[in-house]
């Protein structure tokens, strides 16, 4: 029985957690499977430093507390020996938490100062890397210096992978999936082909329908071009729609036409009343605001089907108090809300006739339905049959971003838009923003809809800037 104990403590490896692993992710100490978990008394520390205040980071400094509170309390051997966490993970973990129970004072190269907390941590992998041999000893961090200053000393040492939904950010679902030449000669078995309401379907059955999802898009080129998107699957046989142009001056949506394709599919997505939740990737210049806004407006003051439009996006630092800018939450919000301001003068623009009194009417109009919110005040609230967008998403972490999105009641539309290159937020990655975490779960759900756009359409000097700098 001691030898297969002894081969399993081998075989399992220790991770020591550092202090920023428990503040971006608090249930992180049930995410290492079989694996043990060590924190030191400078991870305490730093979390009892970091526990005061209304932030992000402080929340879950507390939770994390709170977590291992309940951990130690269910254990009634004490913490020597190390708490066994399966019964309190309730099985999502099944190795051994252990806390510094004793003083370590392992011997650090001189250029690095005792009296800094990583360097302490750094100190106590060094001790548990000497005392137990084989066994490997690792140091989870999110800090890149810690790491790096780890290896130097010889130690292993890797970031916290659990949060990330992708390792690479191009293995994103795009929304969008381009048919082979032989496609139609492959699936042309038992397909069926029939026309209702101004629109084309097709119902199809066989290898590549079967890996197509729901609401996705698919194009071909070539002598008769094709748009469409998948909206029934069953198994194997995916039924095809072709898709309003609204690349046609006859279609415009508050007078804006889509320029390319991914733009088409993106207000085919907006003008949808089935589609409840939408995610819109692009880089700078796509798009994504303009078209947003576009559809917003023809939705809530044409055909009614909203009653206003609700605009929020990411005031980075997040969450911070925005009680220093004078006025009320709207007028704190403008600074943050040019980019509203610029795509509101374009549409308008396109207002119509009415010379320059009628425009000043429109605008006020358009000004009444839309209002501008923080996200710090979001909490608690329902929206019903509102048209809610998310700007700047990428800067949401996947928490705040469900926070958000279960805001929705009934008849609400929620679009979210983002660049995940341009993430502000320090501990967020590409892999690990919120952004990127509803684009992969929602995925094939037959109420939400996903396009990354490609071409930017802001200017020529825009482009050329985005390709060469």
């Given amino acids: 029985m001691a030898t297969r104990r002894a081969s399993k403590t081998e075989k399992t490896k220790l991770f020591v957690l550092d202090t920023n692993v428990l503040m971006h992710d608090p249930t992180s100490l049930y995410r290492f499977e079989e694996h043990d978990i060590y924190v030191p008394i400078m991870t305490l520390e730093e979390l009892d430093n970091n526990k005061k205040g209304m932030s992000e980071v402080a929340r879950n400094a507390r939770q994390a507390s709170r977590m291992m509170d309940d951990i130690v309390s269910a254990s009634p051997d004490g913490i020597d020996s190390g708490i066994d966490l399966g019964e309190v993970s309730r099985g999502l973990a099944t190795g051994r938490l252990f806390l510094q129970a004793e003083a370590i004072s392992a011997h650090l190269p001189d250029g690095l100062p005792t009296g800094r907390g990583d360097n302490q941590i750094l100190a106590v992998v060094l001790h548990l890397h000497k005392k137990f041999g084989k066994r490997p000893v690792i140091l989870v961090s999110k800090d890149i210096n810690m790491r790096i200053k780890a290896r130097a000393l010889g130690l292993e040492a890797q970031d916290y992978f659990n949060d990330k939904v992708l390792e690479d950010s191009d293995l994103l679902y795009t929304g969008v999936t381009q048919l082979d030449a032989d496609f139609w000669e492959a699936h042309a078995k038992d397909m069926e082909s029939w026309k209702q309401d101004g629109h084309t379907y097709y119902r199809l059955t066989g290898p590549g329908a079967s890996e197509l999802l729901i609401n996705e898009f698919v194009f071909q080129d070539g ?43 993106a207000l085919n997505l907006l003008m949808s009343p089935d589609i409840d939740f939408i995610t819109l990737l692009g880089q700078a210049g796509t798009g994504k605001t303009l078209l947003t806004l576009a559809a917003s407006l ?46 509101l003068d374009v549409l308008n623009g396109n207002a119509g006739e009415g010379g320059e009194w009628g425009r000043a009417a429109t605008r006020d109009l358009i000004r009444s339905r839309i209002k501008v919110k923080s996200l710090n005040f979001m909490r608690g609230r329902t929206f019903i049959n509102k048209f809610l967008i998310i700007d700047e998403a990428q800067n949401l972490t996947p928490k705040q971003m469900k926070t958000l999105i279960t805001r929705a009641g009934p008849g609400t539309k929620v679009v979210c838009l983002g660049n995940i290159a341009q993430i502000d937020t320090p501990y967020l990655t590409e892999g690990s923003s919120g952004l990127t975490y509803v684009v992969d779960r929602f995925k094939g759900w037959v109420h939400s809809g996903h396009i990354t756009l490609q071409r930017g359409e802001r200017s020529r000097l825009a482009d050329y800037a985005a390709e060469v700098l």
């Fill in 298 to 343: 023809t939705q809530v003051l044409e055909t009614k089907r909203y009653s206003e439009i609700i605009m929020t996006r990411v005031t980075v630092p997040v969450g911070e108090d925005i009680g220093f800018l004078p006025g009320t939450e709207e007028e704190k919000m403008a600074p943050w809300m040019g980019a509203l301001e610029d795509n």
């Fill in 223 to 265: 002598e008769q071009p094709l748009q469409a998107w998948v909206t029934e699957k069953d198994g194997r046989t995916v039924t095809l729609e072709s898709l309003t142009d609204y690349s046609h001056q006859k279609n415009n949506v508050w007078g804006i036409t889509a320029r390319n394709r991914e733009q088409n599919f």
